[in-house]
Structure formats: structure tokens, C-alpha cells
């Protein structure tokens, strides 16, 4: 009957094989785990920054409004004279295109 030595020694071989890739992949998947939870983490903060700099485009917006009318309703005609020479500016350029 043949022996089984080199069977058994090679079943040895590819155990301790898994052995190893099981724990490379456990320690990789340990590492992403970090990165992720790192780059959500990062995104929330970037999230929170955009939310921040909306919210102050459009208060300064709201005031930026608030006192181009106000300028308005107190100069009205100086304010038309600025708008058509404004268009009259955009018109020319737009006309050389």
C-alpha cells in the first residue's frame, strides 16, 4: 500500500497557506475598515463646511439685495443711469463676438 506522507504534507502545506491569506485578509479588511470610517468621517465635515458656506452666500446675498434697493429707492435716477450704461457696456461687447 502507497504512503500518505506526501498527501498529508501537502494538505499541511495548503492549511498553513490559508492560514496566512486568512489573516493578511483579515488584517486588509481591518485597514479598510479604518480608511472608510476615516473618509466618512472627512465627508461629514466637508458636508457641514458646504452647508455653512450656503447659508452665508445667502445671508450676504439677502443683504446684498437689501441694500442695492435701498440704494435704488433713494437714488432712482442715478440707478437707471448706472443700469443703462451697464447695458450698454454688455450690449457693445456682446455685439463683437
Known sequence: ??????????????????????DVVDKAAESLGTAEERLRDEAREAAGKVREGKEFACTRGEELVGKV?????????????????????????????
Do not use: C, W
Request: aromatic residues 6%; charged residues 25%; hydrophobic residues 40%.
Open 1 to 22: 500500500m502507497p504512503s500518505n506522507k506526501p498527501v498529508e504534507k501537502a494538505h499541511g502545506t495548503v492549511d498553513q497557506v490559508a492560514d496566512k491569506l486568512h
Open 69 to 97: 434697493t435701498d440704494y435704488v429707492r433713494e437714488n432712482p435716477l442715478t440707478a437707471l443711469g448706472i443700469a443703462f450704461v451697464a447695458g450698454s457696456i454688455f450690449s457693445a461687447l456682446n455685439r463683437r463676438r
